[in-house]
């Protein structure tokens, strides 16, 4: 039995400052005409990955906002999956002042610079909203959404199973859907606490790394005589 799919993290992970490289965009050509699954798991929203991704239409699935948001680029069908940002939130963040300040449909990021004004804001206007951070990045989410609840919506709509799917990131906040699937990888650069965690830490950083992991002889982890056995 082979793994069905790859789920993988943007920045820091198949791109570095915001691109990914012609090597990178080559091997994921490669899997998705092995009919093997691509799923994009990101905290970016939609409309900024569109403007530093010209191949999106690679990915099956998007998971956009940290797991808020689902987009199929195919069709360019968008589901929310969970509730818009507060008005009340978002006016307050840019009444006090919070730079910088980027509000999606259900996320709103900023630096984690501002974790303290953030969670005063939250707590005076008596939201439960979580804060989730990625390297420097904050991120302000509804309660209980994460990259790991967005990947378990992707992953039923395209009928793989997560022991079937393989999970590649590099920060904190991927370890929600790497902890879902069948292995979990981190690339060279990735956080201490991912590689900790990880079945597999790659040699390479960034797209290096996931380009030595569709290429891997060793393990042949997408092909049908899968050494790596999924328990």
């Known amino acids: ?5 790859l789920a ?42 569109s403007r530093c991704l010209p191949q ?6 998007i998971v956009a906002e940290n797991g808020a948001l689902l987009n199929r680029p195919a069709t360019q069908e968008t589901r929310m999956l969970a509730p818009p940002v507060p008005e009340a939130l978002s006016a307050r ?13 259900s996320i709103v990021a900023t630096t984690t610079s501002n974790n303290l004004i953030v969670q005063a804001a939250l ?3 008596g939201l439960t909203h979580e804060i989730i951070l990625n390297k420097g990045s904050l991120m302000i989410l509804p309660s209980g959404t994460n990259k790991g609840t967005g990947l378990f919506a992707a ?4 009928g793989v199973k997560a022991k079937e799917t393989i999970a590649v990131g590099d920060a904190e906040n991927d370890l929600p859907f790497l902890n ?19 079945d597999l830490v790659t ?20 092909s049908a005589s899968l050494s790596w056995h999924i328990s």
Do not use: H
């Open 1 to 5: 039995m082979a793994f069905l799919a």
């Open 8 to 49: 993988m993290d943007y920045d820091g992970t198949i791109a570095q400052d915001g691109v990914v490289d012609a090597p990178t965009i080559a091997a994921l050509e490669r899997l998705r005409g092995a009919d093997r699954r691509l799923v994009l798991v990101t905290g970016r929203e939609v409309g900024d990955l």
């Open 56 to 61: 999106m239409a690679l990915f099956d699935w």
């Open 93 to 105: 963040l840019r009444e006090i002042g919070v730079e910088p300040l980027s509000v999606g449909q």
């Open 123 to 125: 707590d005076e206007l």
């Open 155 to 158: 992953l039923a709509e395209l």
């Open 180 to 198: 879902l699937c069948g292995m979990r990888v981190a690339v060279a650069n990735a956080l201490p606490l991912l590689k900790e965690q990880a």
């Open 203 to 222: 040699e390479g950083a960034r797209g290096a790394g996931v380009v030595e992991l569709i290429d891997l002889p060793v393990y042949a982890l997408f």
